[in-house]
């Protein structure tokens, strides 16, 4: 199984990004095979159509497109915005939708530096995540106050929070297993 990371934030000195390092490294403890997608990194226009529908789309984004068509599932990192999912994720939901992600698993993961851990924004991905035709893993990661919960480099900072984190994935993964074209 091959799960890919959407990191959703492009903002300067963000620190969503640790949540997708911890996200990384839990799944790979699980021997669960991962990527990230860091949208801080890749060259995304803004979107004017989607890739596949471009008569002569970029190098690059084709790439981007091949691996996501590989790809088992996924989950979508976002920190909340006034209320809702960054623009970069929905940009990048609407440049490559809907066929890499339909009939697939997503967890959705949301942050916040205040104490609601992006709860309006991951309930705001929910949504999209059922209108591009994927599946939403009922439960979600939602992680207020991130700085104190995971450093810069994914390690959790707050043990009290490892149950939390811990669930999300056994269960994302037990959820993305059910998935698996190979066991029928």
Same mark, same amino acid.
């Given at each position: *199984? ?27 403890? +699980? ?7 860091? #949208?801080?990194? /890749?060259? %995304? ?7 596949? +529908? ?8 084709? +790439?981007?497109? !091949?691996? #996501?068509? !590989? ?8 920190? !909340?915005?006034? @209320? ?5 994720? +929905? ?11 339909? @009939? $697939? ?10 104490? *609601? @851990?992006? *709860?309006? =924004?991951?309930?705001? %991905?929910?949504?999209? /995540?059922? =209108? /591009? ?6 439960? *979600? ?15 959790? %900072?707050? %043990?009290?929070?490892?149950? &939390?984190?811990? @669930? ?5 993964? &037990?959820?993305? $297993?059910?998935?698996?074209?190979? /066991?029928?």
């Amino acid at each position: *199984m091959h799960i890919t990371i959407v990191s959703g934030s492009t903002r300067q000195g963000r620190d969503s990004h640790r949540i997708a390092l911890a996200l990384d490294q839990a799944l790979q403890e +699980k021997r669960v095979k991962t990527s990230i997608i860091d #949208l801080n990194e /890749i060259d %995304l226009p803004l979107f004017e159509e989607r890739v596949h +529908k471009h008569s002569d789309p970029p190098a690059h984004l084709q +790439k981007i497109a !091949e691996q #996501l068509a !590989e790809t088992d599932g996924f989950i979508f990192l976002t920190p !909340e915005y006034n @209320g809702g999912i960054t623009s970069s994720l +929905k940009n990048f939901i609407d440049t490559f939708a809907k066929a890499p992600f339909e @009939g $697939k698993p997503i967890g959705v993961a949301a942050c916040s530096a205040g104490a *609601m @851990g992006g *709860m309006r =924004a991951a309930m705001q %991905l929910q949504q999209t /995540i059922l =209108a /591009i035709f994927a599946y939403p893993q009922p439960q *979600m990661l939602l992680v207020g106050r991130m700085t104190n919960v995971f450093d810069p480099h994914g390690t959790l %900072l707050d %043990l009290d929070f490892a149950p &939390k984190f811990n @669930g999300f994935i056994d269960s994302f993964v &037990k959820f993305a $297993k059910r998935f698996d074209d190979s /066991i029928f």
